[in-house]
């Protein structure tokens, strides 16, 4: 069955067409084998779907909680992720942070340049302004930073990120401060009271605890918190 295109003329003067499959069937398209839709749906949507599913996908992301400070006071958080980019003409991307918005400092962006922050709530939304345009299939790397300042002061403490955008692949790490370790360590989905022991390891010449998450397509919209307890500041006075 043939419908007219939107693009074709009165006279059927544009060539193009959409048709629709009742059936499922299978195609081939540049070599790739593609299943065609179901239940009536146009093809062409179909083949063209991730086109409008957002201008971007991120193949990698890794975001780290580096602590200095013994006493939680003073740390750095790094996300670097891969982008590979759905649409034309991309001169822009969002980031978001969430927690406490006066805590957030110092915000940095390689290559581009933050251009401009929104609070929302419990999030705060950076947009990155490109060194240049993308366009679909190109991939970037970026790498966004932000100070922590008197964030991590407690004996229970937790680092979160909530997928927002489709990403491939999750990696979160948390560097400990030297001669402060933690005691115990688990992660949480979604504010579950079920709890994942996660394993922390000692990595590198500083014997600094690190700690280490890693999920291949993670669910739009999930929040995975590293929790841990480390001892008070004041136990550590004492110890020294």
């Known amino acids: 069955m043939r419908y007219k295109s939107p693009w074709e003329g009165a006279h059927g003067s544009q060539a193009r067409q959409v048709v629709v499959v ?3 069937v299978r ?23 991730d086109r409008y ?19 939680g006071k003073d740390a750095l958080m790094v996300k670097t992720a891969r982008y590979r980019f759905r649409q034309n003409e991309v001169i822009s991307i969002p980031t978001t942070l969430y927690g406490d918005m006066t805590k957030r400092t110092d915000a ?31 991939e970037l790397d970026v790498k966004f930073s932000v100070r922590l300042v008197d964030t ?37 989905v979604n504010q579950s009271t079920r709890r994942k022991t996660l394993t922390s390891s000692r990595e590198g010449h500083d014997g600094r605890t690190r700690l280490r998450f890693d999920q291949r397509h993670p669910r ?19 110890e020294a």
């Open 53 to 71: 599913s957002g201008a971007f996908e991120i193949l990698q992301m890794d975001a780290t909680w580096d602590i200095h400070a013994s006493d």
């Open 108 to 138: 940095k962006v390689e290559p581009g340049k933050v251009v401009g922050c929104l609070s929302d709530g419990d999030k705060l939304h950076y947009l990155i302004a490109l060194p240049q345009a993308q366009n679909r299939g190109d």
């Open 22 to 24: 009742a059936d499922p």
């Open 152 to 188: 991590f002061t407690g004996s229970n403490e937790f680092v979160g990120l909530t997928v927002s955008r489709p990403i491939k692949k999750l990696t979160m790490h948390v560097i400990m401060p030297e001669g402060r370790p933690c005691t115990s360590c688990w992660l949480k």
């Open 27 to 49: 195609l081939t398209r540049s070599g790739a084998r593609v299943e065609a839709a179901q239940d009536g749906i146009p093809l062409y949507v179909y083949l063209v779907k």
């Open 220 to 238: 739009l919209n999930d929040r995975y918190e590293i929790n841990w307890a480390w001892p008070e500041t004041s136990a550590l006075s004492s």
